[in-house]
């Protein structure tokens, strides 16, 4: 990190769209938000990542990491893979329940690993119009259509329409379904996170091993890097 750091012009962070935008809702401006495509990088790059699957808002970092190894291969030599980005278009952006990207940071998401109550709470809380609950309503725009079609396919996509477009239910009965959807799509993970809490030397043990898998690719990575920066202990 440090080390990229030295490769990474001023003028390339203050472009990045995820700092500014956090910044102009409210939060605070330090140098850990400022500089964080810079440590999104280093773990980009040490692992020589070709492929990065990420978020419509995240392509910028890849990009950000590309151009630092760009300027640090062009001064060092081909040291580090250039990664590219990789986008499910399906789930490119996952709304939340304000209509917003969801993040943790604008207080706006579903927890997947809810109890019951709260995810009956969390689902409710999504912001909608207030078309009479008789009229027709358009889904198009709708937060809760655009959550549950995450957990559709196409033809369940167009029965949630045409009840839309059909009218005689309010956005109360679309919640309710997608409160349904959301339970048990993620039962397994549920059963699968209660276990591991449950097993917290498992997970030691997990971790452990993927430890030692990315520390014999990063150790090989950052010798190069020091041997070409200069730093041999």
């Known amino acids: 990190y440090w080390v990229l750091s030295q490769h990474t012009p001023m003028g390339l962070l203050e472009r990045a769209h995820s700092y500014k935008d956090k910044v102009a809702k409210g939060l605070s401006s330090h140098h850990g938000l400022f500089s964080y495509p810079v440590l999104m990088a280093a773990d980009i790059l040490l692992y020589n990542a070709q492929v990065v699957p990420v978020g419509k808002d995240q392509i910028q970092h890849v990009e950000i990491a590309r151009d630092i190894a760009i300027k640090f291969n062009n001064e060092h030599g081909d040291i580090f893979t250039l990664p590219e980005a990789k986008i499910d278009e399906n789930v490119a952006t996952v709304p939340g329940t304000n209509g917003e990207k969801m993040s943790k940071s604008y207080g706006n998401t579903i927890d997947i690993f809810a109890d019951a109550k709260t995810l009956k709470k969390q689902i409710s809380s999504i912001v909608t119009d207030g078309t009479p609950l008789e009229e027709p309503k358009q889904w198009q725009n709708c937060n809760v259509y655009n959550i549950a079609k995450l957990f559709l396919d196409e033809s369940g996509q167009r029965d949630l ?15 309710a379904y997608l409160n349904e959807l959301v339970w048990d799509y ?9 276990h591991y809490q449950n097993n917290p030397d498992e997970v030691a043990k997990i971790l452990d091993l993927g430890a030692k ?10 010798k190069k890097v020091r041997e070409a ?5």
């Open 161 to 175: 329409q045409a009840r839309y477009e059909r009218g005689g239910e309010g956005h109360g009965h679309f919640k």
């Open 186 to 194: 993620f039962k397994e993970a549920r059963e699968k996170f209660e």
């Open 213 to 222: 898998k990315a520390q014999n690719i990063a150790h090989e990575t950052i």
């Open 229 to 233: 920066v200069g730093i041999y202990r």
